[in-house]
Each structure stands twice: as C-alpha cells, then as structure tokens.
C-alpha cells in the first residue's frame, strides 16, 4: 500500500512535470513553501490563499499536495511543523514531504494533524485543480477538468483554455474546449464572436450552455432583449428550442432508466414471492423479513472481509441466497407444511414468523440500522452527455436482476428439480403418483423462492437502509408486483414489476413521490376488478380448480 | 360442604397473613421521573440515547443528595414510535406511576398526540427536540429549538454568507416539515425571493429512490444561481438521499444541503464521506470547546461504559430541560406541577456552549445557534454562530395569522394562545 501510494504521489508528480515543461510559467519554489506554510494557519481565508499561492507557484509538487488537501489527506507534523502527505495503509500511516516529495517514512498518524477545509475552500481547490489538470496525459481527465470550469470561467481560466487548445489533439476535449470559449464568447461586444458563440453552443447540451442562451433572450421591462443584434436573437432562439427539444428527449430517456431501475428492484423483490405464492399458494407474509435476512448476510460478509470491499457482495450474493433459503424452509417445514390448503391460516402465521425474525434482529444486532458500505467501482454514474447520465448501482443492479431472473427461468425450465416443482405446482396428487416426493419439492420450492429474496435483499443493501424494518418497505410492493403480473407466471411478475416501476417514475416528477405511489395503488385496485386474475393469468384445469 | 368451608377458611387466613406480612404501603419515599422515549420501531435510532441521558442525569442528581431530600427514580416506558401508544403511556406514567415530570417525545406528532393527557391531567412534559412552533402549552416546556432558533437563522447564513439565490425545501411528509416550510416560503417570499425559484417536495417515511428527486434538484441547481437544499428529511430516508447526492456528483460546494434533522447519533452509524462538507444547524455541537461540554461528554462516556458514543442537540436539551425543573422544584419546595409551573419561570441553567439558557414565559428558552460542517469522522465543525441567544418564539412572526398571537405563562396573560388584536385567549390550537 505505501510503495502504490508512493508511486502515485510521483505520477502526479510526473504530470505536473509534464505540465510545468510545456507551460510556459517559471517555477516558484519559494511560493510553493509559502502557500503550504499558510495552510497551517488556523483561519480559512489564510488558507484560501494560500491554495492560489500553490497552484500558481509552478512547482511539480503543486498539484499532489492541492489534489492530497481536497482529499483530506493533507496533515501538519506537530513538532518541526512539516507539511506532509500521508496514507494510512496495512504497514501504518506512511507519510512524503508536501514540499519536496521525500518519502518520510511510515510514522504513529498522533503526530499529524489533518489539515480542514470548509466548502468555500474546496470549491477554489476543484477551480485550481481543473486548471492544472489541462495537461493531463490522460485525455478524459483533461475533458473532466474543462468540465469542471464550465461554471466558472474567469479571465485567466479563459486564457488558459485558449492556450491549451492549441496543442490540444483529442477530438472530445477540443469540443468541450471549445464549448468553454464559446460561453466565454457570448459576452463579446463582437457580433461575429457572438453568432460564432450561439452556433458553437447550439450543439452543447451542457446546462451552462443553455443557461448563458437563455440569458441572452431575457426581456428586460421594456420587453427588448438582452441581446440586441436580431440575428443573434433568431440564432439564439433557435439554438435554444433545439436545446430544449434535445434535453426532453434525453430526459424521457432518463426517466425510463429510473423507472427500468426501479422496476428490476421491484421483479427482484416480488420474483421470489412470485415462487411461493404463485406455485404453492402460500401467502408468505415474512417474505419481506426474508429480504431483511438477506441485506443483513451482506452487512455480515462486509464485517467478515474488512480488507475486500470490492469482492465482498460476490461473496455475499451466495452467503444470502443460502441463509435466506434456509431460513426460507425453517419456515416452511416448522409452519407452513402444517397448514397446507389454509391460506388464511398461513397468513397469520407468516405474519406472526415476520414480527418475529424483525425483533430476533432488532436483539441480536440492535434496532439500529447497520452500514453497509458500496464498493468503489459500484459509486458514481456514468455521464453518457451533459443530459443524460447514468447511476453505476442502479445499472448493475439492473445487469444483476435480469440475470437473477434468466437463471430461475432457466432452472425451473431446464433442471429437473424444476420439472419436479411445475408438476407439484400444475397437478399435486398426479406428480406424488409420478413419485415425486411432493413434501421435499414444497420445502426446495420455498427455499427457492425465500434464497431470491435473499438476493433482493443483496441488491437492497446497496439501495437503501438496512435495518429491522426493511422488510416492511418492501412487502407491499412485492404483493402489487405479483398480484398484478398475475400469480404463478414469472413473465408476469417481470412485465408487472416493470411497468409499475416505469409508471411510478413517470408519475412522480407531476404527483409527487407520495401521490405517485397511492396512483399506482389504485390504478392497480381498478385493475384488479376488471382482470382478476392479473396481466398473465395462470391456465389449465389445475389453476381453475 | 365441610371440606369447602375449611378451604373457605384456608384461603382466607391465607389472605390475610400475606396482607400482614406484607410490607405497609407507605407514601413514597423516592420522587419519580417518567421518561417516554421510543426504544423499538422507526424512531428508536434516535431516542433511545435519550433515555440513556436521562438515566444518566438522574442518576448524577441523586449522587448529589437527590431533590428536596428524596432519591429520584426512574420510571421508563416505551413507546415504541406508536403514536397513540405515547398517550396511552403518558397516561400510566401520570396516574399510575404519579410521576412528578415526564421528559420524553420527539416527533412532532408524538407530542402531538400526548399534549391533551398531559392538559387533561395536569402534568409536566419537557420536550428536547426541535420543531415547528405554532403551540405553548401550560403544561409543556420546550428546549428544543423553534423555528427562530433553527430555521430561520440558517436560511439567514445561507443568503447572506453563501449568497444563495435558489431554494430547494425538502421534508419528509408530516407536520414539521410542513410548517417549518409554510413559515420558510413566507419568510423567503418576504426577502424578495420569487416563487419560481422555490422548489418544494415532500416524501414519505423511509423513502429510499432518490434518482427522480436529487436529477431534479440537479436541473434546478444548473440555471446559473447559486442553490441550496434546507433538508427537513427526518429519520433514516436521510442516507439513501445523500448517498444519492454523492453518486450524481452533487457535491457540498456545488449545491450544499443545510439539515435540521442531522445530527452526531444520526451520523454515527453511517459512512459519512458522501456528506462531508454538507451542513446542519443545530444549537449545540459535541464538538463545542468548552469546558462544561468535555466534563459532560467524559460523565457521559464513563455513564455509558462506550468512549465511542456521541452527544447531541436533544441530550444538552434535556440536560437544561432537567436542570431547570429541579431548581424550579428546589425553589417551589415542592413537585406540584401547578406550583412548579410558577416557579420555573425566569429560571437559568448552564447550557453545554458555556452560557446559561433561561426559561422564558412562553415556555422556549433561550439558546444560541450554530451551523456546522460535517466532517469525515462524523462530528461537525461550526463555520458561523449567532453572536447572542436567541429567545425562542413559539409563534412565528412571518405567518399573518401567528403573527398577531402571543404566550405568556406569566400572571401578566396566563394564556399561550393570546390573540393581540381581538385581545381574546383560545384554547389550545391542535
């Protein structure tokens, strides 16, 4: 860990190398010094300076020790007051001097104290590190650093974009480069300059871009517009309705994604119910509880690997498809096989089991929510424009849910404990004359659909707050999904749980997220009255009975 | 027919030797405290080290000789976050238990529903949490902060100190946030703020899909003003919206997020790194540097045999809340809450900043306000404070119709719904 870390001080070093050699500055050791030594002072606007101090100085240290400071990972050494880089790693807290990039060795983290910013601070740090990030050698972090000045071109942030333009080769980051001057242009007393502008910004969708077009068709009291050339005015007109049309395209995009994200997590969340319900009949009412069990297996695998976040929720899919499945036919051998054909009755006693495992964790954990951290390479969305951009957990959560389902298809379709399950399912009495042993089938087929539960409840961690109560959240949903895709049909349950996901979403952004919930309840509710049986209705003399 | 009798008698003898040798009911002895904190459902995350903090005040008071020369004890229910359960309890606590004071609730609602047990019954309630205003009870004292001790203060740093131009109100759906949000839409619209750039959305308990919502706060945040959330998010919905905020790379310079339901307990079981840099406002932070407020976090932490427990806003409340009633008590000589009611008014007791908070005739106290960062280890760092305390009003100045009412407790009005303009007194307004 100290030698990685090492080594990524020196690359950054190495990129401000790059930077200093082609920029044409002069190095300034002694401001470098200067504006590390203001960053001890206990007053903000001190150190607000001193971060200009920094990024001007020229020195190849300058971007490691601003980038290092953002990250809180800047710390003061008590004693001889030495400004250092630190990381904690597996060998201890391994420290290199701020100032020349000298490895100092690994040292107790008593002796250092971090250094503190406040927002103001970190809003100059991410302006000062985009500028010096122009020079990247990666060319997506050049086009992230343009983007990032978007919001706030100033005049020698203007001029450092025209400069880097020039020796500038990758088609992306000269089109956002040239995005920037154009927001800069619309400001030109020039007309040309500012036609050239609106021309370049029409292609933008960037939000700036419609912001600063938008401030040029603004009416004053007299109703004449800000900009006063009529050319302009069309160009910019049209500019913005072209804007306006592409951000709704895009945004309807979006809004589907959120409603296919939520809706995955619905079918996830009503699949293994589908199982239960739809092929045994037994209304499982702890079948949230079961998805608690699930999220709280991943909380415990997290515990289990403290070193491997990353890979801990491969290890946790099984370890929760596995404890929620047992637990799944616990229930089901303790409880419901007692009550087979008494739907009523295994209602009350699901309900019963549910309120029990919710207190059994609230004693053997605390009522407290527990942390379950998200991997890194699960954080963070994935900008596909300056319209559209797409949250990693939620689209690996889709990738996960449909795989989840392929293969529950395929197990029920192509295995033969499926055949065994659909012959239970379809005509009880002849499977057992078939010698099937109908007994141990309804045991797997509950500890089937209890160990996807368990896997929702795997994809819920990342999503939302495990606690006692997660199941509670979820149950209803679960019971809409499979009453509305129709019971016992997995299709059903994935068309049901779509579209009432991609629904919700829709409905949201005019109801409200409460209204846009009691809608879909009762849209369901009338739903329901005309098509009892569901969207995909089981057939056959068997489901009639 | 013999045998009967004898057992007749057998059971009778019986009786009465038990009742004989039972102890004599004798008038208490010990002077009881009711604490009516959740400890199961929704709210326990946060109540339950309420009711540790009492224990533990308690507990320091009777070390120190107790009250009027008896022992304090404790009688603790649990609520359970059942909103008519609260009352149900309240009620056992007052006729049953006959406690002196009850110190406990925290939602609004939860108060809400025990205000007419404890006016029917004539008890005392002392509430530690931060709410909406708009009610002074006889029989309740609030130290928690009103909307002016909170709220408005922060909207007030958020203008001036960050120049925010656009609003985002974001509540959960109940009665505190509701209120709290009419008040500051009006008091916005009275700084000159026009309606479209107030946005206001309300979800439910535990909501936990932010995509729609943070990608709206988004959009509305890119039209080239600067724009701030004021978060009356309550409870566990909390996480899921900022984690959410973090994965769409809302950061805390961009669009910061001022909470008035984030605090160190809240923090304390999450991973804070998508929230470092975001702000809350509060009255009280556990890392305020005095020295009143490190001997209560090492009394605390010895207390509670766990060095890693934190202390927040609601547990200084009840610290001053406590303090107040038992100086009242020591003034009045005695617990009757008629006779405590009188003497409490004008009290002063230390708060935890190194001020004193007094009891004022509306039953608020005075309290400072502070707005602080939240850091990578969970705690805050203030970044602004009011110079003075402010007294806290229970009905706020910028709604017209609260505006025209007034609380007094004092001789002066003795009434808590006093309408200045038809010079009326109403009953109590829930």
């Known amino acids: 860990m100290g030698v990685q870390f090492r080594s990524l001080v020196i690359a950054c070093a190495m990129v401000f190398e790059m930077l200093h050699a082609s920029a044409p500055g002069w190095a300034d050791a002694g401001a470098l010094a200067a504006g590390l030594a203001g960053l001890r002072s206990s007053d903000f606007q001190v150190r607000a300076r001193s971060i200009e101090q920094i990024a001007e100085s020229g020195e190849a240290q300058a971007y490691a020790a601003l980038s290092a400071l953002l990250d809180g990972r800047l710390y003061v050494r008590q004693g001889d007051e030495a400004v250092v880089i630190g990381s904690e790693g597996s060998s201890g807290f391994a420290a290199v001097d701020a100032l020349t990039g000298a490895d100092l060795g690994t040292a107790d983290k008593v002796d250092f104290k971090k250094v503190v910013i406040n927002n103001q601070m970190r809003g100059a740090l991410r302006i000062a590190l985009a500028r010096l990030s122009l020079h990247a050698p990666d060319a997506s972090a050049r086009r992230d650093a343009v983007d990032s000045l978007f919001g706030s071109l100033s005049s020698e942030t203007i001029d450092l974009v025209r400069e880097a333009l020039t020796s500038e080769r990758d088609e992306g980051v000269r089109r956002a480069m040239q995005t920037a001057l154009a927001l800069a242009d619309i400001a030109s007393p020039d007309r040309d300059d500012r036609r050239r502008a609106v021309e370049t910004l029409s292609h933008s969708l960037h939000a700036e871009a419609r912001t600063r077009l938008a401030g040029l068709l603004e009416t004053d009291a007299e109703g004449k517009t800000r900009e006063r050339d009529p050319e302009v005015v069309q160009a910019a007109a049209s500019a913005l309705e072209h804007i306006d049309r592409m951000r709704a395209m895009y945004g309807v995009v979006e809004t589907v994604f959120f409603g296919l994200s939520l809706g995955f997590v619905l079918v996830l969340a009503g699949t293994g119910l589908a199982i239960t319900f739809g092929v045994m009949g037994v209304i499982n009412m702890a079948h949230g509880e079961l998805m608690m069990l699930g999220a709280y297996a991943t909380w415990l695998v997290q515990e289990a690997m403290p070193g491997h976040l990353e890979v801990s929720l491969f290890a946790a899919i099984p370890f929760a498809f596995v404890v929620s499945a047992l637990a799944g036919i616990a229930i089901e051998r303790g409880v419901v096989s007692f009550l087979y054909g008494r739907p009523l009755e295994t209602l009350l006693a699901t309900f019963g089991v549910s309120l029990v495992l919710q207190q059994g964790v609230r004693t053997i954990f605390s009522p407290l929510n527990r942390a379950v951290a998200t991997p890194a390479w699960m954080s963070g969305q994935l900008v596909v424009n300056g319209a559209l951009a797409i949250n990693y957990n939620r689209l690996y959560i889709i990738v996960f849910s449909i795989a989840v389902f392929l293969a529950l298809v395929a197990l029920l379709r192509f295995t033969r404990m499926g055949l065994q399950v659909r012959a239970v399912a379809q005509n009880r009495a002849m499977a057992r004359a078939m010698g099937v042993r109908a007994g141990w089938i309804d045991a797997v087929t509950f500890g089937l659909g209890s160990g996807v539960a368990g896997l929702a409840g795997v994809a819920l961690s990342q999503l939302t707050n495990v606690g006692p109560n997660l199941g509670q959240s979820y149950i209803v949903d679960s019971f809409m999904v499979v009453v509305f895709g129709g019971v016992g049909n997995l299709w059903g349950t994935l068309v049901g749980g779509l579209s009432l996901g991609i629904a919700n979403k829709f409905l949201e952004p005019y109801a409200g997220a409460v209204l846009a919930k009691i809608l879909v309840l009762i849209f369901i509710i009338l739903f329901i009255q005309r098509r009892p049986r569901g969207l995909f209705p089981q057939r056959g003399r068997a489901a009639e009975a | ?430």
């Open chain 2, 1 to 430: 027919m013999r045998t009967t009798m004898r057992i007749h008698a057998l059971v009778a003898a019986t009786l009465a030797a038990s009742l004989w040798l039972a102890p004599p009911a004798r008038a208490a002895d010990t002077i009881k405290v009711g604490i009516l904190h959740s400890l199961s459902g929704t709210m326990a995350i946060s109540e339950t080290t309420l009711k540790d903090t009492m224990l533990m005040l308690i507990d320091e008071q009777n070390k120190k000789g107790g009250l009027l020369g008896k022992q304090l004890e404790a009688v603790v229910v649990d609520p359970a976050s059942n909103w008519p359960l609260f009352a149900e309890k309240a009620r056992q606590l007052l006729e049953k238990d006959k406690v002196a004071a009850v110190f406990g609730c925290w939602t609004s609602v939860s108060r809400k529903s025990v205000l007419p047990v404890f006016e029917e019954l004539n008890g005392l309630l002392f509430y530690p949490v931060q709410y909406e205003g708009e009610e002074s009870s006889k029989n309740v004292f609030y130290t928690g902060a009103a909307p002016n001790q909170q709220a408005i203060p922060a909207v007030d740093y958020l203008m001036n100190d960050l120049k925010v131009k656009r609003w985002v109100l974001a509540g959960t759906d109940y009665v505190y946030p509701r209120t709290t949000n009419k008040i500051l839409e009006a008091y916005l619209k009275a700084k000159g703020v026009a309606s479209d750039d107030i946005m206001i959305n309300y979800t439910p308990f535990g909501h936990s899909d932010w995509q729609s919502i943070v990608a709206d706060i988004k959009k509305f945040g890119s039209a080239g003003k600067k724009t701030a959330v004021v978060s009356t998010i309550n409870g566990d919905a909390n996480v899921p919206f900022y984690k959410e905020l973090g994965n769409q790379g809302v950061s805390a310079s961009d669009i910061p997020v001022v909470a008035f339901s984030v605090g160190e307990e809240e923090l304390s079981g999450i991973d804070t790194k998508p929230l470092v840099g975001h702000l809350a406002a509060w009255n009280y932070f556990m890392s305020i540097d005095a020295p009143i407020n490190k001997e209560f976090i090492k009394t605390w932490h010895a207390f509670i045999k766990n060095p890693k427990r934190v202390t927040n806003d609601p547990m200084e409340a009840h610290f001053i809340g406590f303090n107040m009633w038992v100086k009242a008590v020591t003034k009045a000589g005695t617990t009757d809450p008629t006779a405590v009611q009188k003497a409490i008014l004008g009290v002063e007791a230390p708060n935890l900043s190194g001020g004193m908070a007094k009891m004022l005739n509306n039953h608020h106290i005075t309290k400072p306000v502070l707005i602080g960062e939240i850091q990578e280890d969970g705690q805050f760092a203030t970044v602004w404070k009011t110079d003075s305390l402010v007294p806290g009003d229970a009905w706020s100045d910028y709604l017209p119709d609260s505006k025209i009412i007034e609380a007094d407790w004092s001789d002066k009005l003795n009434c808590g719904n006093y309408n200045t303009v038809t010079k009326k007194c109403s009953g109590q307004n829930y």
